[in-house]
């Protein structure tokens, strides 16, 4: 079955740019799905942050949308996540998840901390 | 952007009881929700889609029903796994609720 693994630096710098990659095993990028990202601080709840389409479409919460930009690698089967000008504020867990069209399978979850 | 509210925050319940959990949106979703299980330090899981339908491998004492802007989540009779917080969400546009911790009691 599909299984998603986020990988990238767990600290990053005020001001600066978080990057994450979502890889794809079990199954193909390309299939009839969308691909999300998803992130929880600590102790809150959930909140979207985009999704990406394997044509390359996406859609982004509104609220992250001058931030955020969702890429798609179909020849490593993964997707990948860029923040940028990033404070404490996004700290968080951040998830990836496939779409289905509700969020039916989830990456385990990489914690982010913003911090000097 | 669709707000969706849950209630009540926390719920402490015993083993073997049953547990409601309310979810509302701001407007209409139609059937367009979504039920998921958080445990601590574990990815969320889907349970419900579609207001009412379980997602594969869901035991029967979870269920869904709803539509527009009230949903609610029973479990009939809380084991000890149960014990978790639950998040609503809707599809339309991809909002989620603010989460219920079930407790024990």
């Known amino acids: 079955q599909v299984q998603l693994q986020e990988s990238g630096p767990g600290l990053v710098k005020p001001s600066g740019t978080l990057s994450l990659t979502c890889a794809v095993s079990?199954?193909?990028?390309?299939?009839?799905?969308?691909w999300s990202w998803v992130r929880q601080p600590p102790g809150k709840g959930l909140e979207w942050i985009g999704e990406?389409?394997?044509?390359?479409?996406?859609n982004y919460n509104p609220s992250l949308k001058s931030r955020v930009t969702i890429s798609v690698d179909k020849s490593k089967n993964q997707f990948s996540l860029k923040l940028s000008s990033v404070t404490a504020a996004d700290t968080a867990v951040y998830y990836c998840?496939?779409?289905?069209?509700?969020?039916?399978?989830w990456g385990k979850g990489t914690t982010v901390t913003v911090s000097s | 952007e669709i707000v969706m509210t849950q209630s009540p925050a926390t719920l402490s319940v015993s083993p073997g009881e049953r547990a409601t959990l309310s979810c509302r949106a701001s407007?209409?979703?139609?059937?367009?929700l979504a039920w998921y299980q958080q445990k601590p330090g574990q990815a969320p899981r889907l349970l419900i889609y579609?207001?009412?339908t379980r997602a594969t491998g869901i035991p029967a004492r979870f269920s869904g029903s709803g539509s527009g802007t009230e949903f609610t989540l029973t479990i009939s009779s809380l084991q000890s796994e149960d014990f978790a917080v639950y998040h609503c969400?809707?599809?339309?546009?991809?909002?989620f609720g603010q989460g219920t911790k079930v407790e024990i009691k």
């Open positions: 407007q209409s979703v139609s059937s367009n």
């Open positions: 969400q809707q599809y339309n546009n991809w909002t």
């Open positions: 079990g199954g193909s990028i390309s299939s009839s799905n969308w």
């Open positions: 990406i389409y394997h044509s390359g479409s996406t």
């Open positions: 579609g207001a009412s």
């Open positions: 998840a496939r779409v289905s069209p509700f969020m039916d399978v």
